[in-house]
C-alpha cells in the first residue's frame, strides 16, 4: 500500500514538472516561471509529503511482529528514506532543479542590449554582439595624459577667525537672539544678562560725580574770591593755602567719581553681549533663565569667508613645501579640488606620527564649514594616465559605463575611474589607450 502511494506521489510529481512549450518554453529559457506551472509543483510536493508521512506509521505497525533483526533494518532503511525525501524536497524549494540565467544576460536583456532593441545582445544574444554605430556619431580617443603624481595629506577644515565669547558677569540670562549655524553682522546683539544691579550702581555714581562736580565749582568759586582779597592783601596765606588745597581736594574727588561712572558705564556693557565681527554662530550653550558665571562660554563663532585646511604631512613630504607655495585641496563635499596657498608650516613634528602641521588658506567656495574632512594635494613626480572624456562616462547605479567603437558596432563596458582633470577623468580599468568610445553617453545609453 505505501508503495502504490508511493509511485503514485513520484507520478504526480513528474506530470506536474513536465516542460512547457511555445511561449511558455522560451519563458523557461529566461529564467521564468509561469505561477501556474510553480503551483502544481509546490502541490505536487505536498501531497508527495503527506503520503510518505501517512504511510510510515502504516509500515511501521506491519513491521512489528517481524525478528528484531528485520526490524531493526527496516527502521534504518525507512529513516534513510525518509532523510533523502527531505534533502530533495529542501534541494527543491531552494530553486536546485531549476534553470539558471546568466546575470548578464538577464541584464543585457532588461537594458534593451548593449545597443538598445534589435540588437542581438538584446535578443538574447551575446553580449559582446553590440549595435551598429550610428553614423555620424562623435567619438573620442582614450589617449595618455602626463599628470603629476599625487600624494595626500588628509586634514580637517578649521576657521582661521574662530572666537569664543564667554561672560564676565555672574549674572541671569534674560535673552538669547540666535541658534546654532546662524549667521550675524558685526555689532549685532546676541545675548543680554540681568543689569538691573549694575544699572542703579551706575546711576548712583553718577550722582556722586554730580555731588563732586558742584563741589569742585563751590571750591573754584572760593579760590577766586581768596584770590581777589589776596592781590588786595586782605586775605591771610593761612587762607590762601586753605582754599588751594580745598580746590585741589574737589578736582580729585571729581575725577574719581567721573572714573567710577566709566568703570560702572564699561560693567553695564558686559551684561550685552554682540558679534564682533560679520560670522557664523557654531554653538550655543546657554537659554534664557540659566545663570552664567564669570569666564563662562556663551557662543561661539567663526568667520566663513577665511577658512584654512590644517593636514598632518610626513616629514618626508614636507621638504617638497614651503610657505606662501600655491597647492591643491580637495574638500570630500565639494566634489572638485580648489586651491590654496600654504600659510604656516608648524616647525615641529609630531612625535607620535613624525609628521608636520601645515595649514592652508585661500578662497573659500559656499558650503564649507568649519570640522570638515579635507585632503591636501602633494604634487610629485609626473607620471602618465590614462584619460577619457567625462561625457562619454555613463553612471547606472554602482557602474561606470562606456560605449566602446569596435568594428563599426558600440559595445557597452564597466570601467574603474580614478581622478578628474577638467574635462577628462582617469581610466584605472576597462579600457586601453586607442580605443574609441562614443563621445556622449546619451548617445550610447
Not at 21 to 45: D, F, N, Y
Not at 244 to 255: D, N, R
Not at 288 to 317: C, I, K, N, Y
Request: include cysteine; aromatic fraction near 4%.
Amino acid at each position: 500500500m505505501g508503495s502504490r502511494r508511493t509511485a503514485l506521489c513520484f507520478t504526480r510529481a513528474e506530470a506536474g514538472g513536465a516542460p512547457a512549450s511555445g511561449e511558455a518554453g522560451r519563458a523557461e529559457r529566461l529564467g521564468g516561471r509561469s505561477l501556474e506551472r510553480k503551483t502544481g509543483a509546490r502541490i505536487a510536493g505536498i501531497l508527495c509529503w503527506n503520503t510518505c508521512i501517512r504511510s510510515l506509521p502504516m509500515a511501521v505497525r506491519a513491521e512489528k511482529n517481524k525478528p528484531a533483526g528485520k526490524r531493526i533494518l527496516l527502521n534504518v532503511a525507512a529513516g534513510v528514506g525518509l532523510l533523502a525525501v527531505v534533502v530533495l524536497l529542501l534541494v527543491w524549494l531552494a530553486g536546485g532543479f531549476h534553470p539558471k540565467i546568466d546575470s548578464m544576460a538577464g541584464w543585457l536583456a532588461s537594458e534593451g542590449g548593449a545597443g538598445g532593441e534589435g540588437s542581438p545582445a538584446g535578443q538574447g544574444g551575446p553580449p559582446s554582439a553590440g549595435a551598429p554605430l550610428p553614423p555620424g556619431t562623435a567619438t573620442a580617443k582614450v589617449t595618455l595624459r602626463k599628470v603629476p603624481h599625487i600624494e595626500t595629506a588628509v586634514g580637517t577644515v578649521r576657521a582661521v577667525h574662530e572666537m569664543a565669547l564667554a561672560s564676565k558677569l555672574l549674572a541671569k540670562v534674560v535673552e538669547v537672539h540666535v541658534t546654532a549655524g546662524q549667521r550675524v553682522s558685526a555689532g549685532e546683539v546676541l545675548v543680554r544678562l540681568d543689569a538691573e544691579d549694575l544699572a542703579a550702581r551706575l546711576a548712583q555714581s553718577e550722582s556722586a560725580a554730580a555731588a563732586a562736580r558742584a563741589a569742585r565749582d563751590q571750591a573754584r568759586i572760593e579760590f577766586d574770591r581768596v584770590k581777589g582779597l589776596l592781590e588786595r592783601q586782605a586775605a591771610s596765606q593761612i587762607e590762601w593755602d586753605r582754599v588751594q588745597s580745598a580746590l585741589k581736594a574737589a578736582e580729585a574727588e571729581l575725577q574719581r567719581a567721573q572714573q567710577s561712572v566709566t568703570e560702572s558705564r564699561t560693567v553695564l556693557s558686559y551684561a550685552t553681549i554682540a558679534a564682533p565681527i560679520d560670522a557664523v554662530v557654531i554653538d550655543k550653550r546657554v537659554s534664557a533663565g540659566d545663570t552664567a558665571a564669570p569666564g563662562q562660554v556663551l557662543l561661539t563663532l567663526f568667520d566663513p569667508t577665511h577658512m584654512q585646511l590644517v593636514a598632518s604631512v610626513r616629514e618626508s613630504l614636507t621638504q617638497r613645501l614651503r610657505v606662501g607655495q600655491t597647492i591643491g585641496v580637495r574638500i570630500d563635499t565639494l566634489g572638485y579640488p580648489c586651491d590654496g596657498r600654504i600659510s604656516e608650516i608648524v616647525p615641529e613634528a609630531e612625535a607620535a606620527s613624525r609628521s608636520f602641521l601645515v595649514k592652508v588658506t585661500g578662497p573659500c567656495p559656499p558650503g564649507v564649514y568649519s570640522g570638515m574632512f579635507g585632503r591636501l594635494l602633494i604634487p610629485l613626480d609626473e607620471e602618465s594616465v590614462l584619460v577619457v572624456l567625462r561625457s562619454a562616462v555613463r553612471r547606472v547605479g554602482q557602474l561606470d559605463l562606456v560605449m566602446v567603437v569596435q568594428d563599426g558596432r558600440m559595445l557597452r563596458r564597466a570601467v574603474k575611474l580614478g581622478r578628474t582633470f577638467d574635462d577628462e577623468v582617469e581610466v584605472l580599468s576597462g579600457l586601453r589607450e586607442g580605443e574609441a568610445v562614443v563621445e556622449s553617453a546619451v548617445e550610447g545609453a
